[in-house]
């Protein structure tokens, strides 16, 4: 099957199955979608959604959150990963923000990963939920998902499967494969156990006629 084919077919399922694709976390505004998805690196959705409730509570705009120091910060998200760095990015993100953009969260990717704790997925995301951009941020399930399907040739890294998937998905879809990609890996296309039983996109899958998907079928079946 040609690569055209293959992003068509799994579009049109996607469009079918998933019509409604959004991100799990909790937000209100541009300033609180960067602290989740700051706090989310390396983290689920739902511990982050689990904290960010306080945090946007005592400091409601990034101003309050920028006059705060990083250990405060932390016992606010103690329970995250990582979180004596996230506690200093958070800090340090909101102080930039304040003295360099007017208190206002920058839409483009080059002003978005001058701000700490902010890659270049994160800024993907910014840009994609706040704005309405076509940009593709590649987290751990878009990356597994999108080789195991083939709709990346075993890349990798992270920017080169954001620029095949770019290279392929449409203008105006982009935003809302990213979503597709990440829900199908987090609940289906898992990393460990992968539920090809439920899966739709069987019969384009890659990873489902593979050795690889064969050899594990008969662990499974011996065990």
């Given amino acids: ?8 077919k799994v579009i049109a399922w996607f469009e079918e199955n998933m019509p409604v694709a959004e991100t799990e976390l909790h937000y209100d505004n541009p300033y609180e979608l960067l602290v989740a998805v700051i706090l989310s690196a390396q983290c689920t959705d739902k511990r982050v959604n689990m904290v960010t409730p ?36 958070l800090v340090g993100m909101a102080q930039m923000l304040v003295r ?15 701000l700490p704790g902010v890659g270049r997925k994160t800024a993907n995301v910014i840009q994609s939920v706040i704005f309405n951009k076509d940009a593709m941020a590649v987290d751990t399930h878009v990356f597994r998902v999108s080789n195991r399907i ?7 890294t992270p ?5 095949e998937l770019m290279k392929h998905i449409p203008a105006g879809v982009v935003a809302k494969a990213h979503h597709w990609l990440i829900l199908h890996g987090r609940y ?10 439920k899966c ?12 690889e998907k064969l050899l594990l079928e008969k662990a499974k079946r011996k065990n």
């Fill in 200 to 211: 739709g996109l069987q019969s384009v899958c890659n990873y489902y006629h593979s050795p």
């Fill in 150 to 156: 083939g709709l990346t040739d075993n890349s990798k």
């Fill in 100 to 114: 360099d953009f007017g208190g206002v969260v920058p839409d483009t990717l080059e002003e978005l990963i001058r």
């Fill in 54 to 89: 306080a945090i946007f509570r005592d400091f409601p705009t990034v101003e309050a959150m920028a006059e705060t120091t990083p250990e405060i910060m932390y016992e606010y998200i103690k329970s995250v990963s990582y979180p004596n760095n996230k506690a200093r990015h």
């Fill in 1 to 8: 099957m040609k690569k055209e084919e293959l992003y068509q």
């Fill in 188 to 197: 289906v296309c898992q990393a460990r156990t992968p539920q090809c039983e």
């Fill in 159 to 163: 920017l080169a499967t954001e620029k």
